[in-house]
């Protein structure tokens, strides 16, 4: 991310309340994650220390430390689709995309992204669409009932392709 896009988006935060928060909403808006480059230009231009926007970026879960794909899965793992087969989906979603298993962002979230970034996998706690567990959500988009065999159909749709 450019200098000159970052001055403009802390001259648009001159009030303290909500300046930070602002400051690092815009910057996921543009990169769609925090740079720890930008963070760092932020720091110094505003004289606030590192530590201070990692303790907001950390709070926040919407805030992503890690370069997010262009595609965001997010599978869940609440407890009525953890016993329907969560885990499997899981392991599968990560098999199809040969992404590295058990994988956590600094922050301790768990992310897998793609080398290409087309995809990133997450977990949540639960969609309340449980009737339909196990439940899987790309981009915003809800699939119910899924099985391990199921998920390339999915993938499919999102430009996924098995060389
Ligand atoms: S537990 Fe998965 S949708 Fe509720």
Known sequence: ?????LDKIISRYTLPSGRLLGILEEIQRSERY???EALE??????DVPLSKLYSIA???SFFNLE???????????????HVRGAPRILAKME???EVKQGGSTPDGKFMLTTKDRAFTINTARCFGACSMAPVVRVDGKIYGYNTPEGLPNILRQYGWRRE
């Open 67 to 81: 370069p997010v794909g262009k595609h965001v899965i997010t599978v869940c793992m609440g407890t009525a689709c």
């Open 41 to 46: 230009y932020v720091c110094q231009k505003i």
């Open 1 to 5: 991310m450019d200098q000159q896009k």
């Open 95 to 97: 098999e199809l995309l």
């Open 58 to 60: 950390t709070f926040y």
């Open 34 to 36: 925090l740079p720890r």
